[in-house]
T-cell receptor, first 113, second 116 residues
Framework: DAGVIQSPRHEVTEMGQEVTLRCKPISGHNSLFWYRQTMMRGLELLIYFNNNVPIDDSGMPEDRFSAKMPNASFSTLKIQPSEPRDSAVYFC???????????FGEGSRLTVL | AQSVTQLGSHVSVSEGALVLLRCNYSSSVPPYLFWYVQYPNQGLQLLLKYTTGATLVKGINGFEAEFKKSETSFHLTKPSAHMSDAAEYFCAVSEWGGSTLGRLYFGRGTQLTVWP
């Protein structure tokens, strides 16, 4: 079975550039989550969607971050402009129903120089 | 509001020894509780979960956890550690229903090292 698919797996970019991370959730799942993981702050929930609608974006660091979910099978997380402090591993996760059992992708490791 | 505290950011055990990873939570409603494991350069994988019913839950790879409401704890144990258990372990709590439907609150994680 296909799990949550994220791309790219690794991204190295320069400060000021736009970064777009992509996620394909598991088919049939109706909730999608974007997390950021760093050594300093651990796992942080950035935003989550339920039935393609953003439910809670209070974790989005600032206006440079935006996320969309145009349909049930695709989501993007965009950072514009990127900064070195955005360097982290970004995880997408999806779930079926609202029990909290999440299925994670393998993550996108972002390095901003 | 929900929160999770994992006591000990690093735990080291010898191969064959008991593994005990501690987790305490706070929740305003009956919680759903989870343990996830993360191997290097991978995403998190579900190890086990408690929703309702039996308070001792068994997961993959010989791990189990017991929900103790009176202690607001959900500690993870394994009788005999294996080298392949070396990973980072995350405890998480979810509330069923309410405005944060389905959201997971994660602890900071515990890095488990297994010595030969």
């Amino acid at each position: 079975d296909a799990g949550v698919i994220q791309s790219p797996r690794h991204e190295v970019t320069e400060m000021g550039q736009e970064v777009t991370l992509r996620c394909k959730p598991i088919s049939g799942h109706n909730s999608l989550f974007w997390y950021r993981q760093t050594m300093m702050r651990g796992l942080e929930l950035l935003i989550y969607f339920n039935n393609n609608v953003p439910i809670d974006d209070s974790g989005m660091p600032e206006d440079r971050f935006s996320a969309k979910m145009p349909n049930a099978s695709f989501s993007t997380l965009k950072i514009q402009p990127s900064e070195p402090r955005d360097s982290a591993v970004y995880f997408c996760a999806s779930s079926l129903s609202n029990t909290g059992e999440l299925f994670f992708g393998e993550g996108s490791r972002l390095t901003v120089l | 509001a929900q929160s999770v505290t994992q006591l000990g950011s690093h735990v080291s055990v010898s191969e064959g020894a008991l593994v005990l990873l501690r987790c305490n939570y706070s929740s305003s409603v009956p919680p759903y509780l989870f343990w996830y494991v993360q191997y290097p350069n991978q995403g998190l994988q579900l190890l086990l979960k408690y929703t309702t019913g039996a308070t001792l839950v068994k997961g993959i790879n010989g791990f189990e956890a017991e929900f103790k409401k009176s202690e607001t704890s959900f500690h993870l144990t394994k009788p005999s550690a294996h080298m392949s258990d070396a990973a980072e372990y995350f405890c998480a709590v979810s509330e069923w229903g309410g405005s944060t439907l389905g959201r997971l609150y994660f602890g900071r994680g515990t890095q488990l090292t297994v010595w030969p």
